[in-house]
């Protein structure tokens, strides 16, 4: 069984910082692809970044210039810089990759921008 932890997140100022990762268990191969999404409230689920084993990479269109997503050098982890923080960017943000034909995700973890 494939799980997804994140974790990073919680409350921070407008223009401030967060790092967010995600950590994968259950599988001894490597993910093609990664992601992190995010749900606002009342919002519908929205892509925020995703990338690729060869490391290529994907960005919406609101956090383009401002988040930057990478893997890190252990197998299946993923993490999301922020930079910029703004409270539109205020979310649950959930880990996200698709393998053996199914969409596992993470349970999310909360980002809240305000002053």
């Known amino acids: 069984q494939v799980q997804l932890v994140e974790s990073g997140g919680g409350l921070v100022q407008p223009g401030g910082s967060l790092r967010l990762s995600c950590l994968a268990s259950?599988?001894?191969?490597?993910?093609?692809?990664m992601a992190w999404y995010r749900q606002a409230p009342g919002k519908e689920r929205e892509l925020v970044a995703v990338?690729?084993?060869?490391?290529?990479?994907v960005y919406g269109y609101s956090v383009k210039g401002r988040f930057t997503i990478s893997r890190g050098n252990a197998k299946n982890t993923v993490y999301l810089q922020m930079n910029s923080l703004q409270p539109e960017d205020t979310a649950v943000y959930y880990c996200?990759?698709?393998?053996?034909?199914?969409?596992?995700w993470g349970k999310g973890t909360l980002v809240t921008v305000s002053s």
């Open positions: 259950g599988t001894i191969f490597s993910f093609d692809r």
């Open positions: 990338i690729t084993s060869g490391g290529n990479t």
């Open positions: 996200n990759a698709p393998f053996a034909g199914t969409n596992w």
